[in-house]
């Protein structure tokens, strides 16, 4: 839970956006980054990383990120 929470934090400092209680989300290329702080915290086999075309609805995320 002590990694889960620190995983957490790192994303939301790397900009994501958690749009539900496991699940970030930016428009822009992280891959390096949420995989280097997975290593970090030793959780990288428990990451799925998804590379999405939209969300619909997304008001929500657009919002968020100001586009």
Do not use: M, W
């Not at 939301?12 to 280097?36: A, I, W």
């Not at 915290?41 to 990451?47: C, G, M, R």
């Amino acid at each position: 839970k002590v990694a889960r929470t620190a995983l957490s934090q790192k994303l939301k400092l790397l900009g994501c956006y958690q749009l539900q209680k496991s699940v970030f989300v930016s428009p822009y290329p992280c891959n390096d980054e949420v995989v280097f702080v997975a290593n970090v915290f030793n959780v990288l086999p428990f990451i799925k990383i998804i590379e999405a075309t939209s969300i619909a609805p997304d008001r929500e995320v657009r919002s968020h990120f100001d586009i």
